[in-house]
């Protein structure tokens, strides 16, 4: 586990220059890997090459450094991530007579790249950001896992072409500061995180999950790919007993995977289904006691700590449990939610970090239950989705709009409490008869007709999400596997992985998620819907395959998710630097907000006349991101 960076020159650059933007795009990122760093330039006469990456040694601790070379010195790459599948890709290049130095995951790569070239990149199971350079054939190579578990963005600047695995380390870089982007403004205030291809910044990208970037150094020119990757097909169709028995296999061979590690492990315990199973998985597969680590909340209604002590309990774990409060994390908002180097609002970042900064102190890698729903098909808003087929079909739009009208009146919240009230009415918000719905319920800052009264008409993008649509080949979302592909693209991508990357890595720590393993989505994709979901019961055939290894029960259990009352703090910890955000002097300057209706928002939050925790949480996270970036005088 590492961070990368690289660049590419398109003019005349002295090799000293190459080492010293090499070296300092490193120093931005040295906790994703404090144990060593590695770099390497190439001053060529098409361009100048430089690459860098950080490490966290995992894998390989005495012959794993980076950058790894070929043989004959013509190509060579720096990796960030894991690959699970590497034992067996290098046996299978033995068997070819191909002689490694190391015993690193790196060297499998470029071996296998030497052997296959790009189609390599689709064989390997794993998370993973790395960059090839091939001087045999003047080209670099820039890829992306299948999930997007690991980072990786880049600019294709007037003289140079750059990637990494954060924003910071190529921001300070450029010739002039990057203004903000529309489009991802837009995606922000709307679904509280920015999925690729799209960062804040205008020519500044995310490659998208499961493709790579070729850069041709001799026409200075690229294109982004996707990587081909092969369809695991399985026997069928299968009876629902024949599919639970092979859930049970797939999840036990997926975690086995994901727990290689020459430095201690533990997991994540949430006490909620996925990460339940992940742990006990984890204590089956091993003769030795886990670690196990589970954060709560001195507010009642936010912890959960529970139903963590149960699974503990079950597995015999040497566990860990950590109780915060609002003063736990006061001293450290500032940190996390700018360490994402764009707006990111998504509540749960927070306790993730703090989980990850103490899980750090007894070990180096967390199995997480992250993509269980997405794989698996878990989350309420799937249930909302099917509900609107329903719903349209028997409600007529205009009578819609009446209950649309009571509702933002008789169920209107004024505190962070998220109960059934709030639900229901966000339920009723996100109803279309439109068709494309779905995309109201992943907007979890502001729905479309609400961000277009947050913000100026000339910066609200219209149609905001057709190239998915499009790319997707969903129009109109409708069924299970319709969300969870969305999901997949966006949700997955831009909010969930980032979250947990930049937490962990924040603290140094590897978080790795069993559950997204391409096998496991391929089996998952091919089942009939009411195997995931049946009525009211979601993830029936995960909770189906593993009920035995639990009480009564248990699995049954509702859980209300990994969040923060961020809802309160804004009304008290945070209030002074909310309210100066509201200032019409500073939101005039901004020229992106709507003065009136923004202001409006926030003193209606504030005053307990309407809970508008997730929207006036996104507005405080970008005001906070953009007063750092360009207002830094401003800032409290």
Not at 111 to 130: N, S, V
Not at 508 to 527: H, I, Q, V
Not at 545 to 561: C, D, H, I, T, V
Not at 615 to 635: D, G, H, P
Request: aromatic share 12%; charged share 30%.
């Amino acid at each position: 586990m590492c961070g990368i960076n690289g660049f590419i020159t398109k003019t005349d650059n002295h090799p000293n220059n190459l080492a010293e933007q090499i070296h300092a795009m490193n120093d931005r990122i040295v906790h994703r890997g404090p144990d060593e760093g590695g770099t390497f330039t190439y001053p060529d006469e098409l361009a100048n090459v430089a690459l860098g990456m950080r490490r966290l040694s995992i894998i390989d601790l005495s012959s794993g450094s980076q950058p790894i070379f070929s043989d004959d010195n013509q190509k060579v790459i720096v990796f960030n991530g894991e690959i699970y599948n590497y034992r067996e890709i290098r046996e299978q290049l033995r068997q070819k007579q191909v002689v490694f130095k190391t015993k690193s995951d790196t060297e499998v790569i470029l071996r296998l790249y030497e052997m296959e070239g790009e189609e390599a990149f689709g064989k390997l199971d794993g998370m993973f950001a790395f960059s090839i350079y091939d001087k045999t054939r003047d080209k670099m190579f820039i890829a992306r896992d299948f999930f997007g578990e690991k980072p990786l963005y880049y600019t294709d600047a007037t003289d140079q072409f750059m990637w990494a695995s954060e924003l910071k380390s190529m921001v300070d870089f450029l010739s002039e500061k990057p203004k903000v982007s529309k489009k991802g403004l837009n995606h922000f205030l709307r679904l509280t995180y920015i999925p690729a291809p799209y960062t804040i910044y205008e020519n500044i990208y995310k490659l998208e999950a499961n493709h790579y970037i070729t850069y041709d150094l001799k026409s200075h020119t690229y294109t982004v790919n996707e990587i081909n990757t092969s369809k695991t097909v399985f026997d069928g169709p299968l009876s629902f007993q024949e599919a639970k028995k092979k859930t049970r296999e797939l999840v036990l061979e997926s975690i086995e995977s994901r727990s290689i590690s020459d430095v201690p492990l533990g997991t994540f315990l949430s006490g909620g289904v996925d990460s339940s199973i992940v742990s006990l998985c984890l204590s089956e597969l091993t003769d030795k006691k886990i670690d196990t680590f589970s954060i709560g909340f001195k507010k009642a209604s936010f912890d959960e700590t529970d139903k963590s002590r149960i699974v503990a309990k079950l597995i015999n774990s040497n566990h860990h449990e950590f109780i915060i409060d609002e003063d736990d994390l006061k001293d450290n908002i500032h940190e996390i939610l700018l360490n994402f180097d764009e707006p990111f609002s998504d509540t749960a970042a927070l306790p993730t970090y703090l989980v990850s900064k103490k899980t750090r102190d007894y070990v180096k890698v967390a199995l997480t239950g992250d993509g269980g729903d997405e794989v698996f098909g878990g989350y309420n808003k799937y249930y909302v989705g099917k509900l609107n087929n329903r719903y349209t079909s028997i409600v007529p739009e205009a009578l819609h709009g009446l209950i649309r009208k009571a509702s933002n009146v008789l169920l209107t919240t004024k505190d962070d409490k998220r109960g059934k009230r709030f639900k229901v009415r966000k339920m009723v918000e996100a109803v279309n008869y439109k068709g494309d719905y779905y995309w109201d319920i992943i907007s979890l800052g502001n729905t479309e007709n609400q961000l277009k009264d947050l913000i100026l008409p000339d910066k609200f993008e219209t149609d905001l999400f057709a190239e998915y649509r499009d790319k997707l080949g969903i129009q109109k979302p409708k069924t299970l596997n319709d969300f969870r592909t969305i999901d997949r693209a966006l949700s997955l991508e831009g909010g969930m992985l980032a979250k947990v990357d930049r937490t962990s890595m924040l603290c140094s720590l590897e978080c790795r998620a069993p559950f997204l393993n391409k096998k496991l989505w391929d089996f998952t994709l091919g089942l009939p819907e009411n195997f995931l979901m049946q009525g009211w019961n979601k993830k029936y055939i995960l909770k189906e395959a593993f009920k035995g290894s639990f009480p009564n029960q248990f699995l049954e259990k509702s859980k209300q998710g990994f969040g923060s009352p961020v809802g309160d703090w804004l009304k008290s910890s945070l209030r002074a630097e909310l309210e100066s955000y509201i200032l019409p002097k500073f939101l005039e300057s901004q020229e992106l907000f709507n003065v009136e209706n923004t202001t409006r928002l926030v003193k209606d939050h504030l005053s307990n006349k309407k809970d508008s925790t997730y929207s006036v949480w996104a507005f405080y996270c970008f005001q906070k991101w953009y007063v750092n970036m360009y207002e830094r005088s401003y800032a409290l």
